[in-house]
């Protein structure tokens, strides 16, 4: 990539210096493809992500594998890519799906908590209160073991059959994931619909609330275009650990209308641009998107993608 395909790089005040970028591509991404990638391809995906100064790359999933057939093959591909010099953090909905990573030597995991009834049914045949409960042992046992507990919240900001999701809900659910022991939050806008205001009340009831900046994570899907306006402001709040999928590959099967991630490429040509360090070549970045999307047959949707490799819109 030559110079002038970077962006110019003038800070903005009230800003980090540094972001931790949390990349998701493989599990986010990969758990909604229609056709099943194959195991060493999925590796191979990790490996190059790391390769891009990736430093935290979300794997798989230990979730039953007939909800998520796309990630069937957690057991086979955690093994191939445990070894990188990298966070592997890996999702699990239960004390199974805890026992399956822990067996395989996983050291960092996720729950996933939902701040709606309606997508805690769909997403985990649970009600809120329920899915908390079965946290409880999971996060317990794993901070026993040592281990990195992250907690998502799903439909923090719109729901596509509850519509506007009120903000106590989510700071309730959210506070019930800290105080059973969770390291760090990702606040989800499972289906794109949040604002930059949105994202500013939703952080400011949290301060209130007693749930610290420096353990949020934001995690936005894209699907109105709000993405990197939605990260923005949560920088300006102070949240310095950000979610984004490699070529905005993403989705969740059960929610509908739920489409790409944040692509880690838009995400890493603002923050450049702020003059915010992330540790991550743009250019490898943008190759292994490529490599992937030909894989999966059709082009990356990241606009950065699209740019740098001149890819027809
Ligand atoms: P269930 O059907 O209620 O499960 O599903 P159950 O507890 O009744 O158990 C039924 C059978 O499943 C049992 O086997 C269990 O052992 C087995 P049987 O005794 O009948 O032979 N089982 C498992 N097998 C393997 N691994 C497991 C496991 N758990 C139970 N972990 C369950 C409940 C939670 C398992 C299911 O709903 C599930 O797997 N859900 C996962 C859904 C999912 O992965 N969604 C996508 C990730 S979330 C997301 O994308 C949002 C996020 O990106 C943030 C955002 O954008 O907002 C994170
Ligand atoms: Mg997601």
Known sequence: MTAD???MTVPAPGLPTRVRIHEVGARDG??????????????????????????????TSFVHPK???????????FPLVRDLPVALPVLVP?????DRALALGARRVAVFASATESFAKANLNRTVDQALAGFEPVVARA????????????????DPWEGAVPVHQVVRVCTALRDMGCDELSLGDTIGVATPGQVRALLTALDEAGVPTDVTGVHF????????????????????????SAGGLGGCPYAKSATGNLATE?????????????????GRLVATSVWIAGHLGRPSPSRTVRALTHQEQ
């Open 143 to 158: 901070k026993e073991a040592g281990l990195h507990v992250r907690g998502y919240l799903s439909m923090c900001f719109g």
């Open 94 to 98: 239960n004390e199974r799906g805890l």
């Open 67 to 77: 909800w998520v057939p796309q990630l069937a093959d957690a057991e086979q591909l």
């Open 266 to 282: 838009d995400l890493v040509w603002m923050l450049h641009g702020l003059g915010i360090d992330t540790g991550v070549d743009l």
């Open 5 to 7: 395909r970077l962006p």
């Open 30 to 59: 990969l758990q909604n493809e229609k056709g099943i990638v194959p195991t060493e391809v999925k590796a191979e995906f990790v490996r190059r992500l790391a390769e891009a100064g990736l430093t935290t790359i979300e794997a």
């Open 221 to 244: 899907h894209d699907t109105y275009g709000q993405a990197l306006a939605n990260t923005l402001a949560a920088l300006q709040h102070g949240v310095r650990t950000v979610d984004a």
